[in-house]
């Protein structure tokens, strides 16, 4: 797509060059020779943002995209450069990428591994996207990412936490910058060791797919390894909307704590309605009851309401960070949109400005090129402190938060609160490690 | 010619046409004017196009000709493509073993739950396929992850066997060498056309299947099915039982729905299970009635529909808009955004609800109906020359009525 | 023994919220024949009454606070609704505490006029036409509304929490005399209550009242009760208002139990079909029996033990009971014979 402005003089032109197009000499090309696909010929760049713009996820969606036109916005030299400005590279000049000004078109993944896949190619092989950037899922992560790898294109992933991403189905031209279930395991034992002892047992309720499947993995290991017992772990259906039959028997099942490996709306409902059963009331094997929910997001806590205070969890980052990047990037996306940015929106917003970073350092679009300059990349300055991307498996690592859902905000925004960061060495863990293991990046795909 | 009447070659004649020459047709506006937003003429949503013209035409063959309102097909398609994926992963990506599994595979499971379902007959049928189809979908989605990779979808790795794959071939689905994602760029001035390797492959099946599909609607079992559509009870009475008939219309249209699900996997290699779900049910229905129930060309027409909006309106945002009217002075500019703001990009699905209301209000033979309605506009005085479609939509309107 | 007790106690209140929705469905197809997918759009407008309610409870004057600060350091603005302000801190904290129960009152009239609106607008056009068109006339509109909502309200769910008496749980066990507990919540019990009143209002209203007389005789026989002189037409739109108000009001008790969403109507639309279609179509008491029988049969069939003999029953378990009474009793379980047998 171009964003060429249609005027009326523009109009005439263009009708102008139809009329000559006809006499102009036609030529065939069979797409083998540019080098790599969807090379930028012109003086714009196309990068392609697809993320959940209907169904339960949309408001998600709406959130990066505000980060996304953010990003593209000062990578132009508008606004007043965000992170930019922090960041520990300095490449980025405020022209654009290469010179090149950036364009971007938007689609809508349905957060559907189908309808992503189907909107992410309408990006590469109608609009000319090198680059493709969002989604609130995992599943659409890893179809998304594999679609990119075999068209040649770079894929940026957007909010994708199953361990998968970058294990099993890690590829050489995805990218991720979000955290996942294992480090949020990491993350989060110490912190509940601290809280709630290490003698705990804990009843686990977990969505019925993938993520789920791997954040309870994480989590069960994490716990037990610090001397909690897991009691029982029920799987819910996805397409559960009211969680009470799961949520009864737990009190009599000698638990003390909750575990509730869900996300989204599932999330949302399951807390709800065990906050409803009064579970945070009981007290069990002389103990509090407590509620503990890995993956928390601003989004999906102010669907809870109340319900959330005292409730701990972990997340990717949080605009209540005080580091410059963190501030700065709240400036400029509150000042423009008149609320803070989700953490979703945080990842969106600097893995486009990693990707222009990578671009400008090796001096070409060729998604070879990207992936060499972004592999084993050190940088700082855009939030979660010194962060590294790993070559072995694309994976950033950074701190990570342990969020806990405040007992007095003063404001809507304000419904959670740190509770610590936890600092990179602790979530650390090899590549071959047993949950990510049966991966292979294979190489990097230019396309054409 | 090829066994047919007249007007039905005539018929078959537009869709060859209107096929071969997609990329042209579905690429009105140069790459770089405004307009190219409108463009349709690329791969993947031309390859979208026909496959669901594929399946459309299959699910009419049984609601069209039957009236048993199946809310399940998508299982069909589903299988389709899980079996074409599991081909590629164990023997090669050579998309013919792909293609005869799915179709064999979706041939079987849809003549298991057609046995069951056929026993009931007008919303209990219904009903009955969207609970089998929803059963399908919620175990693929979770239970059955060893076998469809749940959430994320069936994929092929690099470690997976592939024991008939040879060395020289493409990794990409392909018909013997000639990889389905390969393309050639024809620039013409300031259009460019893209001719894509799978499009053509799958254009080929469309016209195949339409001309399959003409066949059975001609055919003396064609005239069965619309019996038993009429009235079913007169025909048991005669002696007849029908169920034979219902389960080969419905068997039928399943292998239609497995093949493009094949397709849909060769295409692109990936099987997500939402392409199970009842929703995904529920809009094959849709591009049906859109286009027309009981014709031949609505459904394909339905597909196209769908789909346009699918992939095009929900790409138009803010800024696209203001591009649009750019020319205007600014306050008009930002009233005719924002009027137009809450019908596309995110809010492409309330289009489509208003569309499909007024469509079955106003046009209840679909947009077949709604062609004719024109062409009788432009040719009041020719009664005799009727349109090819004409018996089916008058049907249909009387039925209506 | 109490792990079943608990989950039938659950499945009752389960159960209650789809015995509401498939009476409505049921009494639109029973007196209209009409099939009606945006059914479940009714139940979620119901629920974002509440929302409107909170809302409009809540309208606020602002001013700023210039001790704190907001998230961009600049003066917090500080919110005071407006009735808190007319009625003092305490009442109006009270009021605005109460804005679900009081957000009946709300709907009911809201409710009557959108099903006024949809069926003469709409529906009325559609009595004669094949089942499959009203499938996707109403379909398009449950589109249209849940889109509509959405762009009013957003695709996050709301939080609307039941007023401050009804939060916490109350404990069977002493009551049966176990030793274990059996908590359930207070408002879920108020729900269970609340339905129940509704599912016996509307049977009196038929049973007992001239209007619900001459409603049931133009369900068994719409024509000969025409040519009796009597205007159907204008009873049916007025069923049609009840049905919405039902569905309404089942959602607007339920917004405390799960945040409403603008796609939750959607959620509920298919099982509400199962629903119905288990009961028999055409039957009230059949929806209202299906409907407790089958929020029972997925309580049970969610605890371990039962899963853990039938992997993923809990996912399917809903569709099979479908499948086996369509396949064993095709008219359901209190359905008349030849209703919708075509």
């Given at each position: 797509?171009?964003?060429?402005?249609?005027?009326?003089?523009?109009?005439?032109?263009?009708?102008?060059?139809?009329?000559?197009?006809?006499?102009?000499?036609?030529?065939?090309?069979?797409?083998?020779?540019?080098?790599?696909?969807?090379?930028?010929?012109?003086?714009?760049?196309?990068?392609?943002?697809?993320?959940?713009?209907?169904?339960?996820?949309?408001?998600?969606?709406?959130?990066?995209?505000?980060?996304?036109?953010?990003?593209?916005?000062?990578?132009?030299?508008?606004?007043?450069?965000?992170?930019?400005?922090?960041?520990?590279?300095?490449?980025?000049?405020?022209?654009?990428?290469?010179?090149?000004?950036?364009?971007?078109?938007?689609?809508?993944?349905?957060?559907?591994?189908?309808?992503?896949?189907?909107?992410?190619?309408?990006?590469?092989?109608?609009?000319?996207?090198?680059?493709?950037?969002?989604?609130?899922?995992?599943?659409?992560?890893?179809?998304?990412?594999?679609?990119?790898?075999?068209?040649?294109?770079?894929?940026?992933?957007?909010?994708?936490?199953?361990?998968?991403?970058?294990?099993?189905?890690?590829?050489?031209?995805?990218?991720?910058?979000?955290?996942?279930?294992?480090?949020?395991?990491?993350?989060?034992?110490?912190?509940?060791?601290?809280?709630?002892?290490?003698?705990?047992?804990?009843?686990?309720?977990?969505?019925?797919?993938?993520?789920?499947?791997?954040?309870?993995?994480?989590?069960?290991?994490?716990?037990?390894?610090?001397?909690?017992?897991?009691?029982?772990?029920?799987?819910?259906?996805?397409?559960?909307?009211?969680?009470?039959?799961?949520?009864?028997?737990?009190?009599?099942?000698?638990?003390?704590?909750?575990?509730?490996?869900?996300?989204?709306?599932?999330?949302?409902?399951?807390?709800?309605?065990?906050?409803?059963?009064?579970?945070?009331?009981?007290?069990?094997?002389?103990?509090?009851?407590?509620?503990?929910?890995?993956?928390?997001?601003?989004?999906?806590?102010?669907?809870?309401?109340?319900?959330?205070?005292?409730?701990?969890?972990?997340?990717?980052?949080?605009?209540?960070?005080?580091?410059?990047?963190?501030?700065?990037?709240?400036?400029?996306?509150?000042?423009?949109?008149?609320?803070?940015?989700?953490?979703?929106?945080?990842?969106?917003?600097?893995?486009?400005?990693?990707?222009?970073?990578?671009?400008?350092?090796?001096?070409?679009?060729?998604?070879?090129?990207?992936?060499?300059?972004?592999?084993?990349?050190?940088?700082?300055?855009?939030?979660?402190?010194?962060?590294?991307?790993?070559?072995?498996?694309?994976?950033?690592?950074?701190?990570?938060?342990?969020?806990?859902?405040?007992?007095?905000?003063?404001?809507?925004?304000?419904?959670?609160?740190?509770?610590?960061?936890?600092?990179?060495?602790?979530?650390?863990?090899?590549?071959d490690h047993p949950m990510f293991a049966g991966g292979d990046l294979g190489k990097c795909n230019p396309g054409a | 010619m090829f066994g047919l009447e007249k007007r039905d070659t005539l018929l078959l004649g537009v869709v060859v046409v209107l096929t071969l020459f997609a990329p042209f047709i579905l690429n009105p506006f140069p790459a770089d004017s405004g307009l190219a937003q409108f463009n349709a003429g690329y791969p993947d949503l031309m390859q979208r196009f026909v496959i669901f013209g594929i399946f459309a035409i299959g699910f009419n063959i049984l609601f069209g000709l039957t009236g048993y309102l199946s809310f399940g097909h998508a299982a069909f398609l589903g299988v389709g493509s899980y079996s074409a994926v599991w081909m590629f992963k164990l023997l090669s990506y050579n998309v013919v073993p792909a293609l005869v599994l799915a179709v064999i595979m979706a041939g079987l499971f849809s003549a298991l739950i057609g046995f069951i379902s056929l026993r009931r007959s007008g919303i209990y049928f219904s009903i009955l396929t969207l609970a089998f189809a929803q059963m399908s979908f919620n175990l693929a989605y979770s239970v059955l992850t060893p076998i469809t990779n749940g959430e994320t979808g069936l994929q092929i790795y690099t470690s997976d066997p592939q024991y008939l794959q040879s060395v020289d071939a493409p990794s990409f689905p392909n018909l013997f060498g000639a990889a389905m994602n390969s393309s050639t760029t024809l620039f013409f001035g300031g259009w460019t056309f893209t001719f894509s390797v799978g499009y053509y492959f799958c254009a080929i099946f469309l016209i195949l299947a339409f001309y399959l599909a003409i066949r059975i609607f001609r055919s003396p079992f064609g005239m069965m099915l619309r019996a038993v559509k009429s009235n079913q009870q007169r025909m048991n009475y005669t002696g007849l039982n029908t169920r034979p008939y219902t389960l080969a219309a419905f068997v039928i249209s399943g292998m239609y729905a497995g093949l493009a699900g094949g397709l849909l996997a060769a295409m692109d290699p990936l099987a997500g299970a939402e392409r199970m779900q009842w929703t995904a049910s529920g809009e094959v229905v849709l591009m049906t009635i859109l286009g027309g129930a009981g014709t031949l060309i609505g459904p394909v027409l339905g597909a196209g529909f769908i789909k346009y909006f699918e992939n095009i309106f929900a790409k138009i945002n803010d800024n696209v808009l203001h591009g649009w009217f750019a020319f205007m002075p600014d306050g008009i500019e930002d009233a005719m955004v924002a009027i137009i703001h809450p019908f596309v990009g995110k809010g492409w699905h309330l289009t489509l609800g208003l569309l499909f209301m007024l469509v079955v209000i106003f046009l209840p033979g679909g947009l077949v109906e709604g062609g004719q309605r024109l062409g009788r506009v432009f040719r009041r005085k020719d009664k005799n020359a009727g349109s090819v479609e004409a018996d089916a939509a008058q049907r249909r309107s009387e039925a209506a009525e | 023994m109490d792990a079943i007790l608990l989950q039938i106690l659950n499945g009752l209140d389960k159960g209650s919220a789809y015995a509401l929705i498939a009476l409505g469905l049921t009494l639109i197809f029973g007196t209209l024949g009409v099939v009606n997918f945006a059914h479940g759009a009714l139940f979620m407008i119901g629920a974002f009454c509440s929302v409107t309610l909170q809302r409009i409870l809540t309208l606020s004057v602002e001013t700023i606070d210039e001790t704190k600060k907001d998230f961009l350091g600049n003066p917090l603005k500080v919110k005071t609704p407006y009735v808190e302000q007319w009625f003092g801190p305490e009442t109006g904290q009270a009021i605005i505490d109460w804005s679900v129960p009081l957000a009946i009152l709300f709907a009911i009239p809201v409710m009557l006029l959108i099903g006024f609106i949809m069926e003469r607008g709409l529906i009325k056009h559609f009595y004669k036409r094949p089942h499959a068109d009203q499938i996707l006339v109403t379909f398009g509109l449950a589109i249209v509304l849940q889109e509509v909502v959405k762009y009013f309200y957003g695709a996050n769910p709301i939080p609307t929490p039941a007023p401050q008496a009804f939060v916490g749980s109350f404990d069977f066990a002493p009551l049966l005399g176990l030793d274990t507990s059996l908590a359930y919540p207070y408002w879920r019990l108020v729900y269970f209550g609340f339905s129940t009143l509704i599912i016996a209002a509307v049977f009196a209203f038929l049973q007992f009242t001239t209007f619900g007389m001459v409603v049931r005789a133009g369900m068994a026989d719409r024509e000969t009760v025409g040519l009796l002189g009597i205007d159907i037409d204008r009873r049916f739109t007025i069923m049609f208002g009840i049905a919405a108000a039902v569905a309404g009001l089942a959602g607007v008790m339920y917004a405390p139990i799960n945040s409403p969403n603008y796609h939750m109507g959607m959620d509920f639309l298919v099982l509400s079909f199962v629903v119905v279609v288990v009961g028999g179509m055409g039957s009230l008491p059949g929806a209202v029996l299906a409907g407790f029988l089958l929020g029972i049969l997925e309580s049970l069939a969610s605890m371990n033990e039962i899963k853990s003999i039938i992997y993923g029953i809990d996912q399917i378990i809903i569709y099979v009971v479908a499948i086996v009474i369509l396949l064993v009793r095709p008219r359901g379980l209190m359905g008349r014979r030849g209703v919708m047998e075509e």
């Open positions: 797509m171009s964003f060429t402005k249609l005027t009326r003089r523009g109009l005439i032109q263009t009708g102008a060059v139809a009329g000559a197009g006809l006499a102009l000499p036609t030529y065939l090309r069979a797409e083998n020779h540019a080098g790599f696909t969807n090379a930028p010929t012109g003086s714009t760049v196309t990068l392609g943002f697809n993320v959940p713009q209907t169904g339960p996820y949309a408001e998600e969606g709406l959130d990066e995209l505000r980060a996304q036109e953010l990003a593209v916005e000062h990578l132009n030299g508008g606004g007043d450069g965000g992170m930019m400005n922090t960041f520990s590279s300095k490449a980025l000049k405020g022209n654009g990428i290469l010179g090149k000004k950036v364009e971007y078109v938007t689609g809508d993944t349905q957060t559907k591994s189908d309808a992503a896949r189907a909107s992410a190619k309408s990006m590469i092989e109608k609009d000319g996207a090198v680059m493709i950037n969002g989604g609130s899922s995992s599943g659409v992560a890893v179809a998304v990412q594999d679609l990119c790898q075999s068209a040649g294109v770079i894929f940026m992933a957007g909010l994708t936490h199953a361990n998968d991403t970058t294990g099993k189905d890690r590829k050489a031209n995805g990218f991720r910058h979000f955290f996942n279930a294992y480090m949020s395991a990491a993350a989060l034992a110490p912190v509940l060791k601290n809280a709630y002892g290490s003698e705990r047992r804990a009843y686990h309720l977990t969505a019925d797919y993938n993520w789920g499947w791997t954040q309870q993995e994480s989590i069960a290991a994490a716990t037990e390894a610090m001397g909690w017992e897991t009691v029982e772990n029920v799987l819910t259906p996805l397409a559960s909307t009211d969680f009470s039959s799961y949520i009864a028997p737990v009190l009599n099942s000698g638990a003390d704590v909750l575990v509730l490996n869900h996300y989204g709306g599932n999330m949302v409902n399951s807390l709800t309605n065990a906050v409803q059963f009064g579970l945070l009331d009981k007290e069990v094997n002389g103990k509090k009851f407590e509620i503990v929910v890995p993956l928390y997001s601003e989004l999906m806590a102010a669907g809870a309401g109340a319900n959330v205070q005292g409730v701990i969890g972990s997340m990717n980052w949080n605009w209540q960070l005080q580091d410059e990047g963190s501030k700065a990037f709240t400036k400029s996306f509150g000042e423009k949109y008149g609320r803070p940015p989700s953490n979703s929106a945080h990842t969106c917003y600097v893995q486009t400005l990693l990707y222009a970073d990578a671009v400008e350092r090796a001096g070409s679009f060729n998604p070879c090129a990207v992936v060499e300059a972004l592999e084993g990349y050190e940088f700082d300055g855009l939030g979660n402190g010194p962060t590294l991307y790993r070559a072995d498996d694309h994976q950033c690592f950074k701190d990570v938060l342990v969020m806990k859902g405040a007992e007095n905000p003063t404001n809507e925004y304000d419904t959670l609160e740190i509770v610590e960061q936890t600092p990179r060495a602790q979530v650390e863990y090899a590549p | - | -």
